[in-house]
């Protein structure tokens, strides 16, 4: 079969025939109808998370899929249409076929296109995880999103108004219209100006830019609000010396959760896709990610 590997840490992806996985003890073959690109998997690439995420060589790359159970077993039937997030140290989503953990495969909604639904298996998850795990957002609280437009900042701003909350979202000039679109009740400009001139009063932050962006965001926060950080643990004690919290979103693979989100796609919860492309093409989609242009999700598969 074909699949996008690495041979060490720096390589340049490449497409490469390679024998079919094998599934293990509790695994099943899942036939990938989609895979999603997350900046993790430029991570994992270029070997920064490898004290967190040890990996070995050649390495399949991808954690987001979507597709069909191949063969019957552990309670999944063949035809069974799917969705997993996998473990980033087995990586194997960008490829033809892909062995699973049974435990974390949840039934793909009906309402969107199977491969479109992969997009949910990181970015959505996340977004979850921020704002009912950790945040706890309750209605009527100020949510600011930053970086309303990328793949978990889009589900970030439709998950925070479904929880009742009024959302304020930044994006660039080019992503505005889009944070309106999933929900925003105020967008703002990120390169218009320091942030604090333009949104005060906010309970909760969600941070998915890092950096600068995230630094400004403890100005805008109320006494005791809380910024949640997405890319990188945040500097906990700078938010502490303004009377503010910070907390870092460390996302594991969690059917539960996953499944809680892939539900919600058959309620409209929309996965915003860039752009789709075939495996052929997916190091060119690694390539665009790191841009850090992308509006939603990069998904491979038809």
């Known amino acids: 079969m074909k699949a996008l590997l690495i041979s060490d840490y720096g390589d340049p992806p490449r497409l490469a025939d390679v024998a079919e996985p094998v599934p293990g003890d509790g695994e099943v073959p899942v036939q990938v109808s989609g895979a999603a690109l997350n900046p993790l998997d430029l991570k994992m690439a270029a070997g920064h998370l490898r004290e967190f995420f040890p990996v070995r060589f050649p390495y399949t790359l991808g954690t ?18 799917v969705v997993a997030r996998l473990d980033p140290r087995a990586g194997g989503a960008l490829a ?17 296109p199977l491969s479109t639904a992969a997009g949910a298996a990181t970015a959505a998850a996340t977004a979850w995880q921020a704002l009912t795990e950790v945040a706890a957002v309750r209605p009527g609280q100020r949510v600011l999103v930053q970086g309303a437009a990328g793949g978990v900042g889009s589900f970030a701003v439709q998950l925070a108004h479904r929880l009742g909350a009024h959302v304020i979202a930044t994006a660039s000039p080019a992503g505005l219209a889009i944070a309106e679109e999933l929900g ?30 995230g630094e400004q965001a403890l100005d805008v926060l109320v006494p005791g609000g809380l910024l949640v950080a997405v890319p990188a643990p945040p500097d906990a004690e700078r938010a502490a010396s303004r009377g503010v919290r910070a907390a870092f979103v460390f996302h594991e693979s969690d059917a539960a959760r996953l499944g809680t989100v892939v539900t919600l796609l058959d309620d409209g919860l929309r996965v915003l896709v ?29």
Not at 186 to 205: K, Q
Not at 278 to 301: F, N, S, W
């Open 184 to 213: 925003a009740d105020e967008v703002i400009d990120y390169t218009a100006g320091p942030l604090a001139a333009r949104v005060r009063g906010v309970d909760v932050v969600i941070d998915t830019v890092g950096g600068r962006a």
């Open 274 to 302: 860039d752009r789709r492309l075939p495996l052929a093409d997916a190091a060119g989609g690694l390539t665009y990610l790191a841009r850090g242009h992308a509006k939603g999700k990069i998904i491979v598969g038809t």
């Open 64 to 81: 987001d899929i979507a597709g069909v159970v191949a063969r019957a077993g552990h309670g999944w039937a063949a035809g069974d249409r």
């Open 96 to 112: 033809e076929l892909a062995a699973v953990p049974a435990d974390q495969l949840v039934p793909a909604p009906a309402s969107v």
